[in-house]
């Protein structure tokens, strides 16, 4: 997803989940940060560099191939952009094709849950990161925040669902390397990351081999994912960011209080009603890029103005405070909303005998680290 | 091109550079050396994909091309080991041909490369036309082996200048996010 569903589009969804014009714009604001906050911006303002939920494209081109590399990159993308749907899920193989099949992202999972009841009565940091956790489950759907050929490779067999006539047609999407020429909506020609043979290689990672087809809300295509044994999948976008925008105000009203249990497969379609046919119209739009239609959606629904997406916003703020200040500045919050949730999901894909994102410690249970060295002696 | 990319076609390139210089001062010994490097390293890459098929690549669709790569490899290994105790012509027969075939998939390549908008094309296709025509040059000479020798020499040095060219090139990749 792009900036006009995880920052407009969260707005509204907050604005009718009953939250302030003010508090809407923290949440989308800290729910757009997440494509944003990396290593180097982090570097830049003195942060914590643990607190990275994404990585820029120079950041992978450099990052190592190694073990721990690969540690890293799969705790950045899979706490927030592709959230695993089951870590045990049932499937043939070794134990290395098990791990990465189990981190394949899909919604309404046991992870998805546990995000959106941690960001429950902390700051509207954590609860933008949430909103963009589930948001991407939706998108993302269907490709793992690993490096993996065997999971995220996409082949010749990839059409998009079109109408002719009022009589849907299959017509092939076309993935070239020009980054001048972009994605082509009308003909099909859409960039994509190259092939590359090597399991483990950053250009398998996500869905780089499908191009930007899944960050669009209008798309509706059919390919066979690497890992469905030959089998097709169907990628509806705008029923599937529909959930996404239902899901979102339902968890935001848990977030806010106003629930006392936080559901899975449950969506609020009925608050989302009045505005369902101006959403539907925005999501079924032909275009690259919507922020325009969801900015005006967002300002006539709060009679607000909502302002572009800044990333330096609130950068002096946090330099610029002392170091016991800086956890209750925006950004402050935001890392360590951050680094809860990548703690979390690390320690469950861990905790479920998968060492694709690194090891696990908890040190609750142990007290310390002290405590752990003299508990190994 | 990442890093790790960079750093093994610098390697390679070096490697390249040895050999053919080693091939100029003397080819009856450093033939048989270079085959045998070729053949471990075609063992290594084809047990390599074989384990990556066995362990992995059998689950994915399109996953028996990694077989039949490896197969392919391990076969060419094997086929290459068996040549370091024949006349040199046999083996400079071989070495242009594999030659020639890696200088035609680099040719292959240029229509996928045309077909995917890369704007790589243009030296793919001179590195291969080069290769092929250094192949055939070697075949043509084939009687007068030192000469074919030094010709074959002559393609490794220029391969090998441009793989170390290419890991100090800039280069633009297409990395979707």
């Known amino acids: ?145 690993t490096p993996s050929l065997v999971i995220n490779n996409i082949d010749a067999h990839f059409f998009e669902m079109r109408e002719a006539d009022g009589v849907p047609v299959r017509r092939k999407i076309r993935f070239h390397r020009n980054i001048a020429a972009g994605d082509d909506l009308e003909t099909g020609a859409m960039i994509g990351t190259p092939a590359q043979m090597d399991e483990n290689s950053v250009f398998n990672l996500g869905h780089g081999r499908a191009g930007h087809l899944p960050d669009y809300s209008f798309a509706r295509y059919v390919y066979m994912p690497a890992w469905n044994g030959y089998q097709e999948v169907f990628k ?52 690259p890029n919507a922020c325009a239609d969801w900015k005006a959606f967002g300002e ?10 800044d990333i330096e916003a609130y950068q002096k703020e946090y330099k610029e405070a002392g170091e016991e200040e800086k956890p209750r500045t925006a950004p402050g919050m935001f890392f360590d909303a951050a680094r809860a949730q990548k703690s979390m999901v690390t320690d469950r894909i861990f905790s479920s005998g998968n060492l694709l994102a690194g090891l696990s410690i908890r040190i609750g249970d142990i007290g310390s680290l002290k405590d752990l060295r003299g508990k190994k002696k | 091109m990442t890093r790790i990319n960079r750093i093994e076609n610098f390697l390679i390139g070096l ?33 390599r994909m074989m384990v ?77 036309a080069v290769d092929v025509v250094t192949a055939a040059l070697c075949l043509i000479m084939i009687r007068s082996t030192k000469l074919a020798v030094y010709i074959y020499a002559a393609g490794v040095l220029y391969s090998g200048c441009i793989r170390v060219i290419q890991a100090f090139r800039k280069t633009t990749s297409v990395y979707v996010q």
């Open chain 2, 15 to 47: 490697l390249m550079i040895a050999g053919s210089i080693a091939l100029a001062i003397n080819p009856e010994e450093s033939l048989p050396v270079i085959t045998a490097i070729m053949s471990v390293s075609l063992w290594i890459y084809g047990i």
């Open chain 1, 236 to 287: 509806d976008n705008p029923s599937d960011y529909y959930h996404a925008f239902c899901q979102m105000v339902y968890a935001l009203r848990f977030l806010r209080g106003e629930l006392k249990e936080f559901r899975t497969e449950t969506y609020d379609f009925e608050r989302v009603q009045p505005y369902e046919e101006e959403i539907r119209t925005i999501l079924n739009r032909r275009q």
């Open chain 1, 1 to 145: 997803m792009q900036e006009d569903f995880h920052y407009y589009a969260t707005y509204c969804a907050a604005y009718i989940a009953g939250f302030s014009h003010e508090e809407s714009l923290a949440i989308c604001y800290s729910a757009q940060f997440v494509d944003n906050c990396s290593e180097t911006l982090l570097e830049k303002i003195r942060a914590p560099r643990d607190a990275a939920t994404t990585q820029l494209q120079l950041e992978l081109m450099d990052a190592r191939t190694d073990l721990l590399a690969r540690h890293a990159i799969t705790r950045i993308w899979s706490s927030f952009h592709f959230l695993p749907r089951d870590l045990f899920a049932p499937v043939k193989g070794g134990k290395m094709y098990c791990s990465k099949y189990r981190l394949i992202c899909g919604p309404n999972g046991d992870l998805l849950k546990e995000t959106v009841e941690l960001a429950r009565g902390k700051s509207l940091q954590a609860v933008g990161i949430a909103m963009h956790v589930l948001a991407d489950t939706w998108a993302h759907m269907y490709f793992a925040g």
């Open chain 2, 52 to 128: 990556y098929y066995l362990t992995m690549a059998r689950h994915m669709v399109g996953g028996l091309r990694v077989l039949f790569r490896a197969i392919l490899m391990l076969d060419l290994g094997y086929f290459a080991m068996g040549l370091t105790e024949i006349p040199l012509l046999y083996v400079m027969l071989y070495l242009a041909v594999m030659h020639g075939i890696s200088g035609v998939i680099n040719m292959l390549r240029v229509r996928e490369a045309i077909r995917l908008e890369a704007p790589s094309w243009r030296l793919n296709f001179f590195q291969g």
């Open chain 1, 300 to 309: 006539k629904l709060s009679g607000e103005t909502i302002g572009a997406f």
